[in-house]
């Protein structure tokens, strides 16, 4: 029982204080990633839209700007904790795209599809718009000032 203790309990009871790091480390990590490719591809609008007919996404004229943008100001967002579940959902999906439109002729086995950068990108994205942005966050600070914070993850 001391072992499960030692292993289990302990590691768990110093973790409860630092529940606040965990989701901003993430958020600076994939929205620091996530805003400067946004900006790349906002900045080179005519060469990715090119990548965009290429890899046959539908009306690329229009989502080229459209991703991008979501890329861009998602990833910002993330790194404040601002509007964290929608900007999650949106760079969710972005993946989901981005996998199917690029790189679903390469998948062979579960093994690759899991593989791909985008897919960890993906559960990253999946567990924002769930969870939210933790502690340390615009959101949660707006959410205490309105009285409207009422999940929060621990």
């Given amino acids: 029982m001391k072992i499960i203790k030692c292993l289990i309990a302990w590691p768990e009871s110093v973790a409860a204080y630092f529940l606040w790091a965990g989701p901003l480390v993430a958020r600076i990590i994939v929205g620091y990633t996530f805003m400067l490719t946004g900006w790349g591809k906002l900045t080179h609008l005519p060469a990715?839209?090119?990548?965009?007919?290429?890899?046959?996404?539908?009306?690329?004229?229009f989502m080229t700007p459209l991703v991008?943008?979501?890329?861009?100001?998602?990833?910002?967002?993330?790194?404040?904790?601002?509007?964290?579940?929608?900007?999650?959902?949106?760079?969710a999906v972005v993946m989901v795209v981005a996998i199917i439109s690029a790189k679903l002729h390469d998948i062979d086995s579960l093994?690759?599809?899991?593989?791909?950068?985008?897919?960890?990108?993906f559960a990253v994205f999946t567990w924002f718009a769930i969870c939210g942005a933790g502690k340390a966050s615009l959101d949660?600070?707006?959410?205490?000032?309105?009285?409207?914070?009422?999940?929060?993850?621990?």
């Fill in 68 to 91: 991008s943008g979501i890329e861009c100001f998602g990833g910002l967002f993330l790194m404040l904790g601002f509007i964290t579940r929608i900007s999650g959902g949106a760079l």
């Fill in 48 to 61: 990715i839209t090119e990548n965009f007919i290429s890899w046959g996404i539908p009306f690329p004229h």
């Fill in 111 to 121: 093994e690759t599809l899991l593989g791909f950068e985008e897919a960890t990108y």
């Fill in 140 to 154: 949660h600070w707006i959410g205490q000032r309105l009285g409207t914070v009422q999940w929060e993850f621990h």
